[in-house]
T-cell receptor
Framework: DAGITQSPRHKVTETGTPVTLRCHQT?????MYWYRQDPGHGLRLIHY???????DKGEVSDGYSVSRSKTEDFLLTLESATSSQTSVYFC??????????????FGPGTRLLVL | AQKVTQAQTEISVVEKEDVTLDCVYE???????LFWYKQPPSGELVFLIR??????QNEISGRYSWNFQKSTSSFNFTITASQVVDSAVYFC?????????????FGQGTRLTINP
C-alpha cells in the first residue's frame, strides 16, 4: 500500500461541465502521475508532476490540466468534459530510494462517465 | 517512439495449466525498464516486477517467472500451475532509464481467465 487515495471514486457528469479529480498521497513522494485506462489502449500517461508547481505533459494531455500546490495533492481537471473523456483515471506515485525500489504504485482509480 | 505490444487480447485456460503471456516492445533507448502489472477484477493495479535492460537474467517468484530476451525484444510472463486467483488483466510496460520522471508506456493488456 503506497498510501494513495483518489476522490471521487465514481463520478457521472454532463458534457461541457468542469470536473476535478484529486489524488492524495501520504508518503511525501516527489513524482506523481495521472493515467487514463481505456479498452484496447491499456493505460496512457496524461500529465505528471516532479514537485510542487512542477508539471509536464504526457502522451494524451489535450483537454486536461493539472495542478500541484502541495506535495501530497495532485489535481487533474477536465475544463469542459467531453464524452471521449469517459474513462478510468489512475493516479500513481514513483517510489523513491534508488535501485529496484524505484517503481510506480497506483491508486484505486476513479471511474468517470461523461454523458 | 516507444511501443509495447501484447498480442494476446484474451487467454482462457483450465486451472493447473501453465500459461505464458507475451510482451514485445520497441524502443530506441539503450537502457530501459520493463514492468508487469496485474489488474484483478476489483480494478486496482498491482506491481509484479521491474527488470533493467542490462540484466537479462530470468526471474522466478513462486509460480511466476519472467523471460527477458533482448535479442527478440520480448519480456514474457509465465504462470505455472495456474489458479483461479490468477484471473486478471495483465499489463506489460516500458520506460527509459533516465534521471527523474519514469514515464510508463503500457501494452493493451491481456485478460487471463483461469477456469476451475
Amino acid at each position: 500500500d503506497a498510501g494513495i487515495t483518489q476522490s471521487p471514486r465514481h463520478k457521472v457528469t454532463e458534457t461541457g461541465t468542469p470536473v476535478t479529480l484529486r489524488c492524495h498521497q501520504t508518503e511525501n513522494h516527489r513524482y506523481m502521475y495521472w493515467y487514463r485506462q481505456d479498452p484496447g489502449h491499456g493505460l496512457r500517461l496524461i500529465h505528471y508532476s516532479y514537485g510542487v508547481k512542477d508539471t509536464d505533459k504526457g502522451e494524451v494531455s489535450d483537454g486536461y490540466s493539472v495542478s500541484r500546490s502541495k506535495t501530497e495533492d495532485f489535481l487533474l481537471t477536465l475544463e469542459s468534459a467531453t464524452s471521449s473523456q469517459t474513462s478510468v483515471y489512475f493516479c500513481a506515485i514513483k517510489n523513491s530510494g534508488g535501485g529496484a525500489r524505484e517503481t510506480q504504485y497506483f491508486g484505486p482509480g476513479t471511474r468517470l462517465l461523461v454523458l | 517512439a516507444q511501443k509495447v505490444t501484447q498480442a494476446q487480447t484474451e487467454i482462457s485456460v483450465v486451472e493447473k495449466e501453465d500459461v505464458t503471456l507475451d510482451c514485445v516492445y520497441e524502443t530506441r533507448d539503450t537502457t530501459y525498464y520493463l514492468f508487469w502489472y496485474k489488474q484483478p477484477p476489483s480494478g486496482e493495479l498491482v506491481f509484479l516486477i521491474r527488470r533493467n535492460s542490462f540484466d537479462e537474467q530470468n526471474e522466478i517468484s513462486g509460480r511466476y517467472s519472467w523471460n527477458f530476451q533482448k535479442s527478440t525484444s520480448s519480456f514474457n510472463f509465465t504462470i505455472t500451475a495456474s489458479q483461479v486467483v490468477d484471473s486478471a488483466v495483465y499489463f506489460c510496460a516500458l520506460s527509459p532509464i533516465i534521471q527523474g520522471a519514469q514515464k510508463l508506456v503500457f501494452g493493451q493488456g491481456t485478460r487471463l481467465t483461469i477456469n476451475p
